[in-house]
């Protein structure tokens, strides 16, 4: 099945404004690390099968990451990220949802997984426009930001994934302390031609004021932008 066109497509003139200032878009000729079975062309990520093509999104260099998984035994997951402190991610699995409607599926079995990993849900809408049945899901994810931040008295390292056990032994006798922040999450999660889509932006929540100031932007206003990118293949 052919889906022309993007699912969303709204210029977000705050977020552009932010982040042209200060990243990159990344390409398959930068310094960045990409480690990818699927390909890069055009500004796009496209998975092995060619079911789906994403936009990359604005990524700092040259700490940005591309790197794509099989997920669970029969999906795919690609993951962009840099060092502020957050990621994009985009998975699809297949589902037979079995006559179920899929808001109903979405209460039954995600908020429950995402419950049981320590997520606490703050909203959960229907999406009611557009080609297939979506689903914004936002919520809290206790110390499990894409970084861990080491603090002393004469210095703040936020550090994207963190430092390796020597690394942070060292930091420790030195005075740091280790502090693993909590993560806002948003994410859109829709159906279509059997498949389950899951689009998430997932950003470090209250880091020290160090941080570069591209954090400030709404997880929603981020998260759709990277929707905005998204396309069927078939």
């Known amino acids: 099945m052919n889906t022309s066109g993007r699912l969303a497509r709204r210029a977000v003139c705050y977020a552009s404004l932010v982040t042209i200032a200060l990243v990159t878009s990344v390409d398959a000729t930068s310094r960045s690390r990409i480690d990818v079975s699927g390909r890069i062309e055009g500004g796009a990520y496209v998975n092995p099968d060619r079911t789906f093509r994403i936009e990359l999104p604005r990524l700092r260099e040259p700490a ?16 962009f990220a840099d060092d502020l402190c957050r990621n994009y991610t985009l998975s699809e699995r297949h589902i037979d949802l079995a006559g179920e409607d899929f808001p109903s599926w979405v209460l039954r079995v995600v908020i429950p997984q995402i419950e049981q990993s320590g997520g606490v849900l703050m909203s959960a809408k229907h ?56 993560a806002q ?4 999660i829709f159906y279509a031609a059997g498949r389950v889509y899951r689009l998430s932006y997932t950003v470090g929540d209250k880091l020290p004021k160090q941080s570069s100031p591209i954090r400030v932007i709404p997880v929603e206003v981020n998260l759709e932008s990277f929707l905005g990118g998204f396309e069927l293949l078939r």
Request: hydrophobic residues 35%; charged residues 20%.
């Open 127 to 182: 999406i009611a426009q557009g080609p297939h049945p979506m689903m914004l899901l936002r919520y809290r994810q206790p110390k499990h930001a894409p970084c861990t931040v080491y603090q002393a008295p004469h210095a703040t390292l936020v550090e994207p994934g963190g430092y390796n056990k020597a690394d942070e032994k060292k930091l420790l006798s030195q005075g740091f302390t280790i502090k693993h922040p909590d």
């Open 64 to 79: 940005a990451v591309i790197q794509d998984r099989i997920f669970h035994a029969n999906g795919w997951l690609v993951e």
């Open 185 to 188: 999450v948003g994410m859109y």
